[in-house]
């Protein structure tokens, strides 16, 4: 029977991606890893790859539609043997298609994803079931469930063979043809005992708002101006993704502000020392230095130990439990056309200032050009977004869940300060920590904040 290949989830809050360009064609014959389309996201374009092999029979959806939802059928997969025509025929025709949550559909997968998981030994990202949400990690799922291409399944019925005591070689452990023909020739195995059900804290997000009350329609704002006055731009996956996120964090997280002022003579004074002791490094341009701090690389290391200092800041709040995480994960909102994005420097507590500048440059080059991979800009513990290069004096951020803190930084400008009951110039920078306060409250936040100013105003800590 043809097999349905589906629009694959690329990230746990995606829900809809555009079908950028098919590198395969009706016709084509594919294999289990082969690259076959490029999926845009609201954040990034991703490569995706096939589960099962045969024969590209038909493409359901064209290349450069928008707003394909996860699990709808993008194209029909000829297993070999089978009539390549025939699926063509008897499928859908038009846009996306719903998949079936009863059928055994085979899915795409991202290839960048499951090797970059592989590489940080984190579960690797889920793969697109036949009920959405589904994600196995393994052959063998929760409650006995066993994963295994359509194909796979079929040709160990006519075998006999028992998938549950077969090892799944495909992406995230899935069994395919292949596992399916070597369990036949090595003959029977007895049949796996069922695995014993382990209790397992489920950590699940904040309820949604039930109800948000709605303000007015796309109709009634249009007439309030005049005819030809405006142009009305389409939002993009992009724009919607955030409008919905932030609403939802300040309906849903109580957040609670907290600012201090903080001198940065002695941090820009280390700044200038350490740029000027940067070693050249040979480039394609000519000699470079090897790094060049900015403010905002110290900021982010300095966030980092102060999330170190205080761990019980350092968490995510759950409706079951507070998940307390054992490295500060740091994300850096970064602007980019259309939106923003939040690129993460991993394990920022035990990396130095030029490891952190140069893999800062590295990921506010690619999120600008949407080349970033799912991992790089999903999860964190905590955030930094900075304005002070536009000047800007202070401002409070919104809390981007799972973070439970944010840290806003303005600009640092020469203000008067009292010193030994003095009056002096200094350069000065607001910062103001956004939590939520079911994590983190008032006293815990100070206390982060307070750490986060002390290692601004002694530099030297964060060398040693």
């Given at each position: ?224 101006f005049a005819e030809g006055s405006y142009e009305a731009v389409p939002h993009d996956g992009m724009r919607k993704t955030i409008a919905r996120r932030l609403q939802e964090s300040k309906q ?213």
């Open positions: 029977m043809p097999i349905n290949i589906t629009m694959p989830a690329l990230s746990p809050t995606m829900e809809e991606g555009n079908l950028a360009k098919w590198l395969v064609k009706e016709g084509d014959k594919v294999s289990s890893g082969d690259v076959i389309a490029e999926i845009e996201t609201d954040k990034a374009t991703m490569e995706v790859e096939a589960v099962d092999e045969g024969t590209i029979a038909k493409i359901v959806v064209p290349a450069g539609t928008e707003g394909v939802k996860v699990n709808a059928v993008i194209a029909i997969l000829a297993a070999e043997g089978e009539d390549a025509s025939a699926p063509a025929d008897a499928a859908p025709k038009g846009g996306a298609i719903a998949a079936d949550p009863k059928a055994d559909n085979a899915v795409v997968g991202s290839t960048a994803d499951a090797k970059d998981a592989d590489a940080r030994g984190d579960a690797k990202p889920a793969e697109t079931s036949t009920a959405k949400g589904g994600s196995p990690a393994s052959s063998q799922g929760t409650g006995g469930r066993v994963f295994a291409s359509p194909l796979a399944r079929r040709i160990a019925k006519d075998s006999g063979v028992d998938l549950s005591a077969v090892t799944g070689s495909g992406p995230n452990g899935r069994i395919v043809r292949a596992d399916v023909e070597a369990a036949a020739k090595a003959g029977p195995a007895p049949k796996a005992a069922p695995a014993a059900e382990a209790s397992v804290a489920k950590a699940e997000a904040p309820a949604a708002a039930a109800s948000a009350p709605k303000g007015q329609s796309d109709e009634q704002v249009r007439k309030l849903n997280v109580p957040h609670f502000y907290l600012t201090v002022d903080i001198e940065l003579d002695a941090l820009l004074a280390l700044r200038s020392q350490l740029n000027a002791a940067a070693p050249t490094v040979k480039t394609e341009k000519g000699d470079a230095p090897a790094y060049k701090l900015s403010v905002n690389d110290m900021v982010i290391k300095a966030m980092a130990l102060a999330l170190k200092a205080v761990p019980e800041a350092n968490v995510s709040w759950t409706d079951s439990a507070m998940l307390k995480h054992k490295h500060a994960d740091v994300g850096v909102a970064v602007s980019i056309e259309g939106g923003l994005i939040t690129p993460i420097i991993r394990r920022a507590e035990e990396k130095t200032l030029s490891t952190i500048s140069n893999e800062m440059k590295d990921l506010a080059r690619r999120a600008r050009s949407r080349k970033l991979k799912p991992d790089e800009y999903n999860g964190g513990t905590t955030a930094v977004s900075n304005l002070g290069m536009f000047g800007v004096k202070d401002f409070a951020a919104i809390v981007n869940p799972p973070h439970a803190t944010i840290l806003a930084v303005g600009a640092g400008e020469p203000r008067a300060v009292v010193k030994s009951g003095a009056v002096v110039v200094a350069t000065v920078m607001s910062v103001t920590l956004s939590t939520d306060h079911r994590a983190v409250d008032g006293a815990l936040g100070a206390e982060l904040i307070q750490a986060f100013k002390g290692f601004i105003e002694s530099p030297m800590s964060m060398l040693v």
